[in-house]
Every structure is written in structure tokens, then in C-alpha cells.
């Protein structure tokens, strides 16, 4: 009755321990290995610092000091970077409750993360482009703007002056048809100069009659001529002026075109590797609540308390039969009076009575 009394003692105190119940989460960043194959969850260092993060603000949101909640992260070579969520609390359904919100929260501040680590990078590339942009609207409205003062390309200038100086060239060599006055002159300049040396009065004389009278027919063609040409090349220089400043504002649109599909480029492939370095904070084991005292230990500590109630029961038993002096045996009757019986009566029972 004793080890009765001792086992149902200690079974009731083992009942009467509050049990509580752990829900544990396991999340991973996954990286695809491929288009068509499944995505993988691997380790690397910017994977732990991002964990780390999320830890970090996870803490921040539920304090500290809140018991409820326990965060690690497991991290091993050749292994994937897992963030472990615990929670023990008094009923299974509140356990895995908290520990699928906390999931949910550590999910979404993942995603926030790195959505506002890879905008941030496409913002500076986002400005980068918007100047480039706005330096191709200027250059275009510059040459649109651009108003040459010759209507003429400096091609057709240029031929043009060509054909002026040929006209020049040929006026210049124009022999005019002497008038029957200019050959009497020169019959007798010939004449002359058979009697007298060029340095001669006469001679001179005669010469300048002549060159008087062939060169004023002339005069005003070539002066004309000279005139058209000279113009004509002031309207080649204007031209060509006109050309190289069409040509410079070609240019800075061209430069400034070129810069601005380059950081068109940029921006597209950042926006790229930002999409594939992305990576999805998913639940890899969901959660699953378990008594903070498993079966196996309960059966334990109810074998323990048996054992534990059995050798306590024995024990009092054996202080019992040496604590009582009474006398019922011949040595306890030496033991107690140090007095040694000659004989002893058999127990008859009742039928002597």
C-alpha cells in the first residue's frame, strides 16, 4: 500500500507540472539553378548578412525581452543558411498561430529588404538616365533650332566660284579686235621701234595710246567678275561655317544619344540582375508543435517515480522492522533484554485456547 501510496503521489505532482507546447519554423533563401528546374536554397555570406538583417529587425519588432519567441540561425559548409523560429507557449493552436505570423513577417521583411536594396541601386542608374535624356532634348533642340544664313550647300558654292574664276581667267585672256585707229598705231610703233630704242619718247607714247584704247573695253568686265567672285567667296566661307556648326550640333546629338542609350542599357541590365538576384524567403519545414516534455520522457519520469516510489517504500518498511521492539523472535529477546531463552513454545493456535 506504501508504494501505491508513493506512485500515485508522485504521478499526480507529474501532472500537475504546467505543460507547454514549442512550434518550430525553418525558413531559407532560394537561388534557381536553372530556367526549368526547382529552385535551391544555398549558403553564401551575403545570405547570412541578409538573415542576420531580418533578425535583427525581428528583435527590433517584438522586443527582446519577449520569451515567447526564439530566433537562430543554422548555418553549415556545403549547407544551406536556415533561419529556425520557436515559439513555446501554454496550447498547441497559439504556439504554431505565433510562429506562423512570425514566418509571414520574416517573409515579408526579406522582401522588403532586398526590394529596397536593388531600387536603391536603380535609382542612381534611374538619374544617370534622366540626364542623359535631358542633355539629347537639348542637343536636338539646339540643332532644330540651328539657322544657317546660306540657303545653298557649299557644293553648289563651290562650284559656283569655280565657274566664276574660269570666267575671270578666259575675260582676262580676251584679245579684242583692234579698231582700224589701234592698227595705225601699231604700224607705227613698229615703225619706231626700227628707228628707236623702247625708252624713246615716241615709242612710249605710242604704247600708251594703244594699251588706252584695248583696255577700257575690258575694264568693267573683269571689275564685274571680280566682284561675283569675291562674293562668292564669302558666301563659300559663310557656307562652310554654316556646315561645320550643323555638323558640331549633329555631333553633341549623336554624343549625347549614344550616352543616353548606354545608360538606357545600364539601367535594363541592372534591372535584370536585380530581378535574378532576388531571391524568395520561403518556409522549407512548416511549422509543428510538440509537448515541451515528449512521450518518451514522460514514460521516463513515470518509471523513474515508480522505481523512485518502490525503493522508497522498501526503504521504510526496512526502518520500520528495525525502529520496532517488540519481541518476536528468540534474538530479539537477547538483542533487547541480553537475556539467551532455553526453549520455546510452539504456537498451538486456537485449539489450546
Known amino acids: 500500500m506504501l508504494f501505491f501510496a508513493l ?95 512570425v514566418s509571414a513577417k520574416a517573409i515579408a521583411a526579406s522582401d522588403t529588404s532586398q526590394r529596397t536594396r536593388i531600387d536603391s541601386a536603380l535609382e542612381k542608374l534611374r538619374q544617370i538616365e534622366g540626364l542623359e535624356g535631358e542633355k539629347v532634348k537639348k542637343a536636338t533642340a539646339r540643332l532644330a533650332e540651328f539657322r544657317p544664313e546660306q540657303t545653298r550647300t557649299p557644293e553648289e558654292l563651290s562650284l559656283q566660284l569655280d565657274a566664276l574664276r574660269r570666267e575671270l581667267e578666259s575675260a582676262k585672256q580676251i584679245k579684242i579686235i583692234q579698231s582700224p585707229e589701234i592698227q595705225k598705231l601699231t604700224q607705227e610703233l613698229a615703225n619706231a621701234r626700227a628707228l628707236y630704242s623702247d625708252q624713246h619718247p615716241a615709242i612710249k607714247l605710242l604704247n600708251a595710246q594703244i594699251e588706252h584704247g584695248t583696255a577700257q573695253p575690258t575694264a568693267p568686265i573683269l571689275a564685274d567678275l571680280e566682284d561675283r567672285v569675291a562674293s562668292a567667296t564669302t558666301a563659300l566661307a559663310r557656307a562652310q561655317d554654316d556646315e561645320r556648326q550643323r555638323a558640331d550640333l549633329e555631333a553633341q546629338v549623336a554624343i549625347a544619344s549614344a550616352a543616353h542609350l548606354r545608360a538606357q542599357d545600364a539601367l535594363a541590365e541592372a534591372r535584370l540582375k536585380g530581378d535574378a538576384s532576388f531571391r524568395p ?50 534474538r530479539d529477546l537477547a538483542r533487547g533484554l541480553g537475556i539467551a531463552p532455553f526453549a520455546t513454545l510452539p504456537d498451538l493456535g486456537p485449539s489450546l485456547a
Open 7 to 101: 506512485a500515485t503521489l508522485g504521478i499526480t505532482a507529474l501532472k500537475a507540472i504546467p505543460q507547454n507546447f514549442v512550434a518550430e519554423s525553418r525558413l531559407a533563401l532560394e537561388t534557381p539553378l536553372a530556367l526549368a528546374s526547382a529552385p535551391k536554397a544555398t549558403r553564401t555570406a551575403d545570405h547570412i548578412q541578409h538573415l542576420q538583417t531580418v533578425v535583427h529587425g525581428l528583435r527590433a519588432e517584438f522586443g527582446p525581452e519577449d520569451d515567447r519567441l526564439s530566433l537562430s540561425i543554422e548555418s553549415a559548409r556545403e549547407k544551406p543558411t536556415i533561419l529556425v523560429i520557436r515559439s513555446k507557449m501554454k496550447t498547441e493552436r497559439d504556439s504554431l498561430a505565433f510562429v506562423n505570423d
Open 281 to 330: 524567403f520561403n518556409v522549407i519545414e512548416d511549422a509543428t508543435a510538440q509537448p515541451e516534455i515528449s512521450a518518451k520522457k514522460l514514460l521516463a519520469a513515470r518509471i523513474a517515480i515508480l522505481g523512485i516510489s518502490a525503493l522508497a517504500a522498501i526503504g521504510l518498511i526496512a526502518m520500520r522492522f528495525k525502529l520496532d521492539r517488540r519481541v518476536r523472535r528468540p
